[in-house]
T-cell receptor, first 115, second 114 residues
Framework: DAGVIQSPRHEVTEMGQEVTLRCKPI?????LFWYRQTMMRGLELLIY????????DSGMPEDRFSAKMPNASFSTLKIQPSEPRDSAVYFCASSLTSGAKNIQYFGAGTRLSVL | KQEVTQIPAALSVPEGENLVLNCSFT??????LQWFRQDPGKGLTSLLL?????REQTSGRLNASLDKSSGRSTLYIAASQPGDSATYLC?????????????FGQGTTLQVKP
């Protein structure tokens, strides 16, 4: 398997624009996680899905952030409108929750810069 | 609220040294603890996972220990190599299954000098 695939790898946009980040989880995994990483706050969980259903979105910072998982092989994280403080690296991870270990596998991330 | 702390934030050692990275957590009611490695510009790679009932796990030159009652874990790296240079993060899972979030520490950035 190619692993968790995220696109784009880098995104530069202007304040106020809509940003959409994409994630393809590992085939067969039933949980998907969106994280944000910054120097100040480290790695934070934004939202996670199980069997395409959002389970916990308590980490989503504001209504400007939304995430969808229309099927088992695709998820999006949208920011509208974007602000400079949203600049960070956004990671997607997937796992198979049937196992005891429940190891999460991470994508390479999307580095977002909002000017 | 669970908090995870890693000390030191950065570490520089000469090649060949054995070293220990520390991780502490405030709530001992964890399901498991994981150590990850992150290379610059890359995602995280899981290194070792210790279930709450276990005391240690080993993989090659890496050994992770867990003392749940004291809220501590250590990652021991034997005979360090320049290729070990990366940021190491620990994360705890509070509960099993779908509702178990991973709470991450801030990481320790390791540099191994040739």
């Amino acid at each position: 398997d190619a692993g968790v695939i995220q696109s784009p790898r880098h995104e530069v946009t202007e304040m106020g624009q809509e940003v959409t980040l994409r994630c393809k989880p590992i085939s067969g995994h039933n949980s998907l996680f969106w994280y944000r990483q910054t120097m100040m706050r480290g790695l934070e969980l934004l939202i996670y899905f199980n069997n395409n259903v959002p389970i916990d979105d308590s980490g989503m910072p504001e209504d400007r952030f939304s995430a969808k998982m229309p099927n088992a092989s695709f998820s999006t994280l949208k920011i509208q409108p974007s602000e400079p403080r949203d600049s960070a690296v956004y990671f997607c991870a997937s796992s198979l929750t049937s196992g005891a270990k429940n190891i999460q596998y991470f994508g390479a991330g999307t580095r977002l810069s909002v000017l | 609220k669970q908090e995870v702390t890693q000390i030191p934030a950065a570490l520089s050692v000469p090649e060949g040294e054995n070293l220990v990275l520390n991780c502490s957590f405030t709530d001992s009611a964890i399901y498991n603890l994981q150590w990850f490695r992150q290379d610059p510009g890359k995602g995280l790679t899981s290194l070792l996972l210790i279930q709450s009932s276990q005391r240690e796990q080993t993989s090659g030159r890496l050994n992770a220990s867990l003392d749940k009652s004291s809220g501590r874990s250590t990652l021991y790296i034997a005979a360090s190599q320049p290729g070990d240079s990366a940021t190491y993060l620990c994360a705890v899972r509070a509960r099993a299954g779908n509702t178990g979030k991973l709470i991450f520490g801030q990481g320790t950035t390791l540099q191994v000098k040739p």
